[in-house]
């Protein structure tokens, strides 16, 4: 059978139809087995794919099957690690908070690191303030997983070199940071966080992330309860499941983070490039921008109310390295937003730019992750540190 015969079938069998004539499906098996006797590369190809297909199966039932018995340890300790996830969220008006006094050993991407938290359900560890501390100076420290500091311990991240640092002046920081937080959420967070502990902070240190203005715009809404509430997705479950119970994928997901494809595969995040792209800052930047904006206002109302000081930083994503994105819209804007309310700014983006992107890329942030490695968390810190000098 020729290719024009093959391109001409449905419309012959159409007409057919239209005739009151059907093909049965016998003859339509051999006109298809003819076509194919003919192409003896298509053929080949068909059961090459046959073949491979064969073989995924059997190796993803094995794989299965094994860890589910002979290697049920591996997934136990897998299952362990994606417990002490789901477990260490709670719901709240405001959305979601920190298990209080939960303690875990949490897996991000590769990295291994020590995760807790105190009574009121903020993460702690060396440094970090106790009930002895609360008649300290209180500063708190309010942002998304940055702040958490996902991929990282208390002690090396930016938050927790705050807390040792202001410890060393008798001050006492607070990190009321969670991940998946935005503007939204941060100013009721922090009223709940004073009623928790007791106190006023003196000062509040906003770190405004790339991905706030997204969460804004597109994920929370108020409803007319006055709870926040979000959007469902249910990518990371799916993922979540393959990575416990096929050890194939988690080889193929450890593989791939250590390879150096990881970083340049990364980039491309929606939540990031609405700032580099102006079809995205159309379509909801501009909404989002305002809307977080509107919400930390609402910050700087309580510092009003309270007597305390908002500072107010910024930081990149991979993507803003990797484009020489040093002076774009989430520092122009923020720093602008900022002066009209005579709110100290911090640009993060600075540290970031002093050396060729290539070398900030693979130093500063987690392979194939936006956050920040020990090195990136540092840097940070001590940019804050110069622009502070003592809390």
Known sequence: MSLATLVRWPVRSRSLYRDGG??????IS???????EGKPWMKKVLRMLGQAFVILVITLALDFVLLATVFSGWKRNWAD?????TQAYISTAYHHDLAPNAKSTRVWGNITYSWQTDRYGFRIGACA????????????????????????SYENS???LMACDAAKQGKAVWNLGVASYSPVIYHRKIRAAAQRLGIKPAEIYVFVDL???????????????????????????????????????????????????????????????????????EK???????????????????????????????????????????????????????????????????????????????????????????????LLFEEVRRAVGDY
Request: with cysteine; aromatic share 14%; net charge negative.
């Open 81 to 85: 690690a994606a417990t002490a996830w």
């Open 284 to 378: 909801w930047g501009r909404r989002g921008l305002e809307l977080a904006g509107n919400n930390l206002d609402q910050i700087v109302a309580i510092c009003r109310e309270w007597d305390c000081r908002v500072t107010l930083v910024v930081y990149p994503w991979p993507e803003n390295v990797a484009a020489g994105d040093r002076d774009g819209i989430q520092v122009t804007h923020w720093r602008a937003w900022a002066a009209s309310r005579n709110v100290r700014f911090i640009d993060g983006f600075a540290p970031f730019f002093r050396e060729p992107a290539e070398s900030a890329l693979r130093k500063y942030f987690i392979a194939g992750d936006v956050h920040f490695t020990e090195l990136g968390n540092r």
């Open 158 to 160: 930016f938050a927790g």
């Open 211 to 281: 991905s706030d203005i997204g969460y804004d715009a597109n994920i929370y809404h108020i409803g007319e309860d006055g709870v926040v509430r979000s959007t469902t997705w249910t990518w990371y479950n799916i993922g979540q499941f393959l990575l416990d119970s096929f050890a194939t994928f988690r080889l193929g997901y450890d593989l791939y983070l250590s390879s150096p494809f990881s970083t340049a595969i990364g980039l491309g995040r929606e939540r990031a490039l609405w700032s580099l792209d102006p079809a995205l800052m």
């Open 30 to 36: 051999q006109a298809w087995q003819n076509g194919i």
């Open 129 to 152: 303030p106790g009930e002895a501390e609360k008649d300290r100076p209180a500063i708190f420290v309010i942002g998304d997983s940055f702040v958490e500091a996902m991929g990282s």
């Open 22 to 27: 059907r093909r049965s499906s016998d003859q």
